[in-house]
C-alpha cells in the first residue's frame, strides 16, 4: 500500500512538473540526434576468409597421422574463437605492429556462406578502412595457422626430428668408434659395416691364427700317438724300425721344434727305448703347447662374446635411432606436402575494396538511445525541481 502511495507521488510530480520535464526530454534527444548528425563520416570495409580444415587424412606414416576429423564446421569453429578475447588482442597486436601510432579500429566478424568469414572494419576514410580491413584478415588467418595449421603442427615435429638427427650421429659414431677402437665388425674389404659381425679385427684374425695352431698341434698329437703305439708294436714282434711311418714327423708344429728330427731318429734306430722317450718327450711339449693354446682361445672367445653383446647393442640402439629419425623425417615431408596441396585452415580470398559510400548509421538504435538519454535526464529535472521547491528558505 506504501508502494501505491510513493508511486501516485512520484507521478504527481511528475504532471506538477510536465513542462520542464517535456522541455528538458525534448532538449536531450534533440541533442542525440543532432550529435550524430554532426559525428564525422566513417567507411566500412570488408575482407573475406576461407575457413575450411583439411580435405584429406594423409597417411604416409600411420604411427603419426593426426587424428583430425573431416566433419568439422571450420567456419562455426573460427568465428567462436574470434569472440575470444585473447585472440583478438593477439590480432590486435599484429595490426598494431603494422600501423604504430595509429589507430587501427575494431574488428567485426559475420558469417558468410558457406565457410566464409567476412572482416569489417571501419575507419574515417575509404582508403585507411580497407588497408585496415586487409590487415586485421591477415592477421586472423596467421593466428589461426598458428594455432591449428601446418605450423603449429610441423613445430614439435620438427623439434623431434632435429633432436632424434642428432641421436641417431651420435649413435652411428658410436658403433664407428667400437669398430676401430676393437676392430670387431669391420668387413674383409676394411670399409664399416654397419649390419656385418665379421670378426675379422684384430682380435678376430688373432683367434684364427690360434685355432689354426691348436688344430696343428692335435694334428701333431695324433701323429705322435700313432707312432708312439707303432715303436710299441715294433718292439713287441722285434721288427724293424725303419719301417715305421717316420713321416708322420712331418707335421709342421713338430718340424718347427726341430728336436725330433728325422736325423735323430736315424741316430738312435737300434735303441726303441731312446726313440720311445723321445716321443714322448715331443708328445709331452706338444700337450702342453695345445693346452696353452685352448685356454688362450676360451678366453679370447669369451672376450669376442662380451664385444658381440656390446655391439649388438650399439646397433640397435643406432637402429631405434635411424627408424624414429627416418619416421619424423617423413612426418614432417608429409605436412609440408599437405601445406602446399591444401593451404591453409583459413586464408584471404578476397581482400577488402576501398568502398564506395560511407557507412550508414542505425537510426532506430540512435532513436532509441535519444529517447531513454532524453526520459532520463527529463524525470531527474523534475525530481530537482521538486526538491528545489521543498526546500526551506
Request: a negative charge.
Amino acid at each position: 500500500m506504501d508502494d501505491e502511495l510513493d508511486l501516485g507521488r512520484y507521478l504527481r510530480i511528475l504532471v506538477r512538473h510536465a513542462r520542464l520535464g517535456i522541455v528538458v526530454f525534448l532538449l536531450t534527444a534533440g541533442a542525440v540526434l543532432i550529435a550524430n548528425l554532426l559525428r564525422p563520416a566513417s567507411y566500412t570495409a570488408t575482407a573475406t576468409l576461407f575457413a575450411g580444415g583439411p580435405q584429406y587424412q594423409w597417411r604416409f606414416d600411420s604411427r603419426l597421422s593426426p587424428n583430425t576429423p573431416l566433419n568439422v564446421n571450420w567456419q562455426k569453429m573460427f568465428l567462436d574463437l574470434a569472440k575470444d578475447p585473447w585472440f583478438r588482442n593477439q590480432i590486435a597486436a599484429q595490426v598494431e605492429a603494422r600501423f604504430p601510432g595509429k589507430s587501427i579500429g575494431e574488428m567485426s566478424v559475420r558469417a558468410g556462406k558457406q565457410s566464409l568469414i567476412h572482416i569489417d572494419v571501419t575507419a574515417p576514410t575509404p582508403q585507411e578502412a580497407a588497408k585496415l580491413a586487409n590487415a586485421w584478415a591477415e592477421a586472423f588467418a596467421n593466428q589461426a595457422e598458428k594455432l591449428y595449421g601446418a605450423t603449429a603442427l610441423s613445430e614439435p615435429f620438427a623439434q623431434e626430428l632435429k633432436r632424434w638427427e642428432e641421436q641417431y650421429q651420435q649413435a652411428v659414431q658410436a658403433v664407428e668408434d667400437f669398430k676401430a677402437r676393437t676392430g670387431v665388425g669391420i668387413s674383409s674389404e676394411g670399409a664399416p659395416s654397419l649390419e656385418g659381425y665379421e670378426w675379422l679385427g684384430a682380435l678376430g684374425l688373432e683367434l684364427a691364427e690360434r685355432s689354426r695352431q691348436l688344430a696343428a698341434h692335435r694334428q701333431a698329437i695324433a701323429n705322435l700317438q700313432l707312432l708312439k703305439e707303432q715303436l710299441e708294436q715294433a718292439r713287441r714282434q722285434n721288427s724293424s724300425l725303419e719301417s715305421l711311418p717316420w713321416q708322420l714327423l712331418d707335421a709342421p708344429t713338430i718340424a718347427a721344434r726341430g728336436i725330433l728330427t728325422h736325423e735323430v731318429v736315424a741316430q738312435h734306430l737300434n735303441d726303441a727305448g731312446a726313440l720311445a722317450g723321445l716321443l714322448e718327450a715331443e708328445l709331452t711339449a706338444q700337450q702342453a703347447a695345445a693346452s696353452a693354446l685352448e685356454q688362450r682361445l676360451n678366453e679370447d672367445q669369451a672376450r669376442l662374446a662380451q664385444l658381440s653383446t656390446e655391439l649388438d647393442r650399439l646397433v640397435e640402439e643406432r637402429n631405434l635411432a635411424r627408424e624414429n629419425y627416418l619416421t619424423l623425417q617423413r612426418k614432417v615431408s608429409e605436412i609440408e606436402i599437405e601445406n602446399r596441396v591444401e593451404g591453409p585452415l583459413v586464408r584471404v580470398v578476397g581482400e577488402a575494396a576501398v568502398p564506395e559510400k560511407r557507412a550508414s548509421r542505425d537510426w532506430p538504435v540512435v532513436a532509441l538511445l535519444a529517447v531513454i538519454a532524453g526520459a532520463v535526464l527529463g524525470i531527474g529535472a523534475c525530481l530537482i525541481a521538486e526538491y528545489l521547491a521543498r526546500r526551506p528558505q
